[in-house]
């Protein structure tokens, strides 16, 4: 999260976390996904919001799951390979020599489960594509496809219940009609809240317990929607994180 704007965020969850654990609390934020899985495994931070992917790369150095975000009911978070309206790729098997944009290695979204759904139809990634290149963010990716920097791209959509996109990634950018799916994965399990290495079980209890009832009172729950685009935090186990565990290859 940066910015201005989104230093007026972290504050207001800061105040609103505080409250809730009675303690100060320092949120911050990181340049990148490895900056913030350093910071997690090594236990230099105690407590982060993390994708899923850091989540599950830094469990073998002590980093614990405590809580998922609860997104809005009915809805589902994948990945997507896109192009621009005006392309002449209409389906995956047109990928072959494409020359693609990925978020990052550790992104769920804008590389490992687009990976995964084209792998699951018997495509070898690193063997398809002429080029990849790592833009770093969903922003980057989006400008270098509008651009024609690259042909293909990964990023975020969600989905209702039926399985109808509701959200695109290139939407922040620009209009839906400019870009369209040639590829969708399957669905994303949520973003966590994990404890360093280094806190105990009663920090970890504590925070637990602090974060999930934000969304009991109007401060909170405005809080979490401004700071995670979640409605509440709820406890969720290990093992709902397996697809993406697959998706690593772990």
């Excluded at 833009?135 to 219940?161: E, K």
């Excluded at 695109?168 to 966590?192: C, K, N, T």
């Amino acid at each position: 999260m940066h910015g201005p704007g989104r230093a007026v965020v972290r504050e207001s969850f800061s105040e609103a976390l505080g409250a809730a654990i009675g303690d100060f609390v320092e949120v911050s934020s990181l340049p990148d996904y490895d900056a913030l899985a350093e910071a997690m495994g090594s236990g230099s931070v105690d407590f982060a919001w993390l994708p899923p992917a850091v989540y599950v790369s830094q469990e073998s150095r002590g980093v614990a799951l405590l809580l998922a975000c609860g997104r809005v009911s009915g809805t589902e978070y994948r990945g997507t390979l896109f192009v621009r309206q005006d392309s002449a790729l209409k389906q995956p098997s047109d990928l072959a020599g494409a020359r693609v944009a990925w978020v990052d290695t550790k992104s769920s979204a804008g590389y490992l489960f687009p990976r995964m759904a084209l792998r699951l139809r018997g495509m070898k990634p690193d063997d398809l594509f002429a080029e990849q290149k790592f833009l770093g963010s969903h922003s980057a990716v989006v400008q270098a496809v509008a651009l024609g920097d690259a042909d293909v791209g990964a990023t975020y959509l969600t989905t209702d219940a039926e399985g109808r996109p509701t959200r695109q990634g290139w939407q922040a950018e620009l209009p839906a009609e400019a870009m369209r799916s040639i590829l969708v994965s399957e669905p994303i399990p949520a973003d966590v809240v994990c404890a360093g290495p280094k806190v105990t079980k009663q920090q970890k209890d504590a925070m637990a317990t602090a974060l999930m009832a934000l969304h009991d009172h109007a401060e909170g729950r405005r809080a979490l929607m401004a700071f995670f685009g979640a409605q509440r935090l709820e406890p969720s186990l290990p093992s709902h994180y397996d697809s993406v565990r697959a998706a690593y290859g772990k």
